[in-house]
T-cell receptor
Framework: DAMVIQNPRYQVTQFGKPVTLSCSQT?????MYWYQQKSSQAPKLLFH???????NEADTPDNFQSRRPNTSFCFLDIRSPGLGDAAMYLC??????????????FGNGTRLTVT | SQQGEEDPQALSIQEGENATMNCSYK?????LQWYRQNSGRGLVHLIL?????REKHSGRLRVTLDTSKKSSSLLITASRAADTASYFCATLHYNTDKLIFGTGTRLQVFP
């Protein structure tokens, strides 16, 4: 089945120690997104790629970076995780961007714990 | 903030009852979408309603949209224990083409 896969499901890292979360998709969608979701809150968009075109949200901290080496894979790098970065990180894809009414397909997320 | 708000924050019902969740938003939109999230999992798309539509059905789901009031509702009929989840509305904003999620409603359906 075509899907969005996130690895690992759970990640523990130490304060200040760089960590990378990965996402892959078999849907061949053009757009990939990273959302941050803290407990009982709405998912918050960090950035998205339209093909290779990177789009950062204005309020996404510089501590967060992303790479998309090809259509199928996208990575979230947190350079120096703080305690406030503990959250569920959700990867999503869509066939196109914006007003073409293309719904998002989400992975099951990676829950990041910072100790 | 462009974020939508959902009401109620939490809802508990018995199996077989209907569940209604409401979403309000602040800016002009292209469409509004509803997603479900089971505990500890990703979001699953349920239904999309365009800004020029007023009502849409999908199985046991019924969504309405009132753009003059900037509000939407999701009705789940004949609820089941498996419907227990958090439900989020998300609005595709007209000016930015960004999908912004609301605060969610936690639904608990008791057998």
């Amino acid at each position: 089945d075509a899907m969005v896969i996130q690895n690992p499901r759970y990640q523990v890292t130490q304060f200040g120690k760089p960590v990378t979360l990965s996402c892959s998709q078999t849907l061949n969608h053009n757009v990939m997104y990273w959302y941050q979701q803290k407990s009982s809150q709405a998912p918050k968009l960090l950035f998205h790629y339209y093909d290779k075109d990177f789009n950062n949200e204005a309020d996404t901290p510089d501590n967060f970076q992303s790479r998309r080496p090809n259509t199928s894979f996208c990575f979230l790098d947190i350079r120096s995780p703080g305690l406030g970065d503990a959250a569920m990180y959700l990867c999503a894809t869509s066939r196109v961007w914006g007003r073409n009414n293309s719904p998002l397909h989400f992975g099951n997320g990676t829950r990041l714990t910072v100790t | 903030s462009q974020q939508g708000e959902e009401d109620p924050q939490a809802l508990s019902i018995q199996e077989g009852e209907n569940a209604t969740m409401n979403c309000s938003y602040k800016t002009s939109i292209n469409n509004l979408q509803w997603y479900r999230q089971n505990s500890g999992r990703g979001l699953v798309h349920l239904i999309l309603i365009r800004s020029n539509e007023r009502e849409k059905h999908s199985g046991r789901l019924r969504v309405t949209l009132d753009t003059s009031k900037k509000s939407s509702s999701l009705l789940i009929t004949a609820s089941r224990a498996a419907d227990t989840a958090s439900y989020f509305c998300a609005t595709l904003h007209y000016n930015t083409d960004k999908l912004i999620f609301g605060t969610g409603t936690r639904l608990q359906v008791f057998p």
